[in-house]
């Protein structure tokens, strides 16, 4: 199948840690976590638009803020990165945001520990951060594209802001859904129903 629509002709990539996006490309969870970044325009998280490519950051993970059983995953990861002089950048999924999920309690956002790689830290400190915001837990069917896009790095590519607006071109991409529809469905109703009145429409 094709990219989702939206997320070819005037592209964009929400930016991850590459760890995250690993998880996303192997199932592991279909959750992010959002506050926004240091350098957005509005120094708020926005979900601009409901289709997106995943772009991968290596820069700045930090293993303490992963799960015991996920840092063999930086690892990996980090073993496959170029290092920061790297002229080119991987793009290897795509996703759709099927919810995008205020949460500005702790106890409520606790409730789905076990349904993501950070530990209980990493969630706590992305709450407290700007704390007027509440946090945005998206909820994310990610496809694996076919063949990786292999993109020049440009400056515009780094830095700490969410999305990253991508060359014209993009569309017409091959994919294919990392979980089928009953797993990610019966995946995306555990996380509503543990998230209780935060998750109602």
Not at 77 to 99: F, N, Q, Y
Not at 135 to 156: I, S
């Amino acid at each position: 199948m094709n990219v989702p629509d939206g997320a070819g002709a005037g592209a964009a990539a929400l930016k991850e840690w590459a760890v995250a996006v690993r998880a996303l490309e192997q199932g592991r969870q279909i959750v992010v976590l959002r506050k926004g970044g240091i350098a957005e325009e509005t120094r708020r998280f926005r979900l601009e638009r409901p289709d997106f490519y995943l772009l991968p950051a290596y820069e700045h993970q930090r293993p303490e803020l992963l799960k015991e059983e996920a840092r063999p995953l930086l690892d990996e990861v980090l073993g496959e990165w170029a290092g920061p002089g790297a002229g080119t950048v991987s793009i290897s999924s795509c996703a759709h945001a099927v919810e995008d999920i205020p949460v500005a309690d702790p106890e409520v956002l606790e409730r789905i520990r076990e349904r993501h790689i950070w530990t209980d830290s990493f969630a706590e400190e992305r709450l407290r951060w700007k704390k007027r915001d509440p946090l945005h837990v998206l909820l994310l069917r990610v496809y694996k594209l076919r063949q990786p896009l292999r993109l020049p790095m440009e400056p515009a590519f780094t830095g700490c802001k969410s999305w990253i607006s991508l060359p014209e071109g993009l569309d017409g991409q091959q994919s294919e859904p990392v979980l089928g529809d009953e797993q990610f469905g019966r995946m995306r109703m555990e996380i509503r129903s543990l998230l209780g009145a935060a998750a109602i429409d």
